[in-house]
């Protein structure tokens, strides 16, 4: 019974090894490994064996990390305050940089996004950051990705969510918004009355041309407001049709 003692003690022992020893690894995860300190090949998905007391795994996770960005206080260029939020899309792509090169690449990435997004804005005016979010969107993807290259970090997307200015600032943009409606209008009805007025022109031109023309349109306006029986209806007789009455009236009268 003396050979049992080794036995058992060896066969806890290779039961403890299997269980703190054996790892599963997701089709999404990589192991970065360090064997006494040392960097090990990267772990691919699957079952894996890890030497206890030895060996130190760091899961890394492939996916598209998404990570909000709380509102930042921002002065624009124009010196108008707002606050904005904003959302990153990235994933590790070479999980042993993203170890081995920094210490946290999340919070390193969102600190990053945090300061780019402040300097970022604070260079472009009001206007720019209300209307041409796409472009401010890609200088922002494309400065985050050069710090965060080097930890083996791809940022995916990057979107300004939100811009909250001013109730004051509102209530200016409003009444310029108004004005400037105001404005279109007002040139959008001189513009019509110019072209009006040009093709009144060219109508009274071509009526000149022809007397009779001139006849047919009194007789037309007198049909169209013949319509109504209730209106009065003044219309204007042309003196030279008047005349030869006038001096025969006055002829009959001398005699």
Not at 6 to 35: Q, S
Not at 196 to 202: G, I, T
Not at 205 to 216: D, F, G, Y
């Amino acid at each position: 019974m003396t050979w049992l003692i080794p036995v058992v003690v060896v066969v806890v022992l290779i039961a403890l090894a299997a269980w703190y020893g054996l790892v599963v690894l997701r089709e999404y995860e990589r192991g970065v490994v360090f064997r006494a300190g040392r960097l090990r090949p990267v772990y691919e998905p699957g079952l894996r064996f890890l030497i206890p007391l030895v060996d130190r795994m760091e899961r890394v996770d492939l996916r598209v990390v998404t990570l909000t960005i709380p509102p930042q206080e921002v002065i624009t260029k124009d010196n108008v305050p707002a606050r904005v939020n904003a959302v990153v899309l990235f994933r590790v792509t070479d999980p042993s940089s993203a170890i081995m090169a920094v210490e946290n690449y999340a919070v390193a990435t969102s600190q990053i996004a945090q300061t780019t997004l402040r300097s970022l804005l604070g260079r472009a005016d009001l206007d720019t950051l209300l209307a041409h979010r796409e472009d401010l969107n890609a200088d922002l993807r494309a400065i985050i990705e050069s710090q965060t290259r080097a930890w083996g970090v791809e940022v995916r997307v990057v979107e300004i969510k939100d811009v909250e200015i001013p109730e004051s600032m509102q209530r200016a943009m409003a009444r310029e918004a108004e004005a400037e409606r105001e404005r279109r209008a007002k040139v959008i009805n001189a513009r019509g009355e110019l072209q009006a007025s040009e093709e009144l022109r060219q109508a009274a031109e071509e009526l000149s041309k022809s007397p009779a023309s001139l006849q047919l349109r009194y007789l037309q306006t007198l049909l169209e407001l013949g319509a109504d029986q209730n209106s009065t209806v003044v219309f204007p007789l042309p003196v030279d049709i008047i005349t030869p009455f006038l001096q025969a009236a006055r002829g009959a009268g001398g005699r």
